[in-house]
């Protein structure tokens, strides 16, 4: 396996940024001010300038990177290319529009280095509202920008089964493990694979592939079905490893500190340490899992190391990348592998 992800280029993330304030308009200048609405447009643009930017942006700089390896000269014109930095944010609104519900879920604190939403004064459950407001935001922004694309169908129709798939996940994942509610029972290999592909893998790593096959008139079912062969792997992937930096990733570098154990989250570590538990190792995570006691929690990490999670992970991070280069060959022979490639460089062996 390569070293270090290659990032992003300083150009890449600058361009993508640089459109945000085009979007912001988009979506408020021509009511702000209305004496009926105009209050309300004020706040979606409050919400917009608060919960959208401030992440790393992979989804929706993944909209433009796939386009432009799939495009062919004749579609790399201007408007086209704005046409894919629109849909590239759009998926960050529906990203963003799902952390401000799940923050509440979770009864979070921070995000993205800052306080949640609804945790800012004067918001509160008010916040619920504002999600749905993001997420109607995502199709007015698709009408305005690919509306007279033949395309247009396509995407509206993958976002809104995006849409469903990822509150499957999120229905799963709260069903699996309630708050203060510890039943390890319910902590299944199979059922965390069920969460991981539903909740993660679809919106952050089909989605942006998808879209830019479908504005390059990629929308044979084939092509389709073979790309998410790769991108559900790689976003299974890409979970778990966020499952471990949860635990040993350096707060310094990730930017939050991680709570799965407190939360009682159906993480990989916890599955995987169940499945290598002796009926005493299994004994002592019933008693302090899902417990925001520091004692409970450092007897939960005691137990991992004891274990050797930290050894499993990097066993399961080099086989998971063979598999996947072995699933590239074998489904991308109509589609640019570097696509995928690039994608999968980006990912493995980050720190944050």
């Known amino acids: 396996m390569s070293g270090g992800p290659a990032a992003w280029t300083a150009a890449e993330r600058q361009e993508f940024a640089a459109f945000f304030p085009q979007i912001v308009r988009d979506l408020t200048e021509d009511r702000l001010g209305h004496p009926e609405v105009g209050d ?15 992440g790393k942006g992979n989804r929706g700089l993944t909209v433009v990177a796939a386009f432009r390896k799939l495009a062919g000269p004749a579609q790399q014109d201007p408007e086209s290319l ?3 930095l629109a849909v590239g944010w759009c998926i960050e609104l529906f990203q963003a529009f799902f952390l401000v519900a799940d923050d509440i879920m979770d009864a979070s604190l921070t995000r993205r280095g800052q306080l949640c939403w609804y945790k800012k004064e004067g918001i509160g459950l008010d916040a619920i509202n504002d999600a749905f407001l993001l997420e109607s935001s995502v199709y007015r922004l ?9 395309y247009y169908l396509h995407l509206v129709e993958l976002f809104l089964q995006t849409g469903y798939q990822t509150e499957l996940g999120q229905a799963l994942d709260l069903m699996t493990a309630p708050i203060s509610q510890v039943d390890l029972s319910r902590f299944s290999e199979q059922r965390y694979k069920a969460i ?4 993660t893998a679809f919106y952050s790593f089909y989605l942006p592939v998808a879209a830019a096959m479908y504005m390059t008139g990629i929308n044979g079912k084939e ?8 991108l559900l ?5 890409f979970q778990i490893q966020d499952d471990y930096l949860d635990c040993y990733g350096d707060p310094a570098v990730t930017g939050k500190v991680g709570t799965d154990i407190q939360d009682n989250k159906c993480s990989w570590l916890v599955v995987e340490c169940l499945r ?3 009926p005493e190792q299994r004994q002592i995570l019933e008693e302090n899992y899902g417990s925001k006691e520091p004692e409970k929690v450092a007897k939960v990490k005691e137990l991992y190391n004891a274990l050797g999670m930290e050894a499993a992970f990097r066993e399961y991070e080099e086989s998971s990348y063979l598999r ?21 460089r980006k990912i493995y062996k980050r720190q944050k």
């Open 142 to 150: 698709l009408k305005q920008y690919c509306g007279k694309q033949p």
């Open 223 to 230: 092509e389709h079905e073979n790309a998410k062969a790769i």
């Open 276 to 278: 290598r538990a002796t």
């Open 82 to 84: 704005r046409c894919a």
């Open 233 to 237: 792997e790689m976003g299974e992937f």
């Open 40 to 54: 309300a447009v004020a706040r979606l643009k409050q919400v917009l300038e608060y919960n959208v930017p401030g």
């Open 196 to 199: 991981v592909k539903y909740k």
């Open 324 to 344: 996947l280069q072995e699933l590239i060959g074998k489904h991308a022979q109509r589609l640019p592998q570097d696509i995928f490639l690039d994608l999968a």
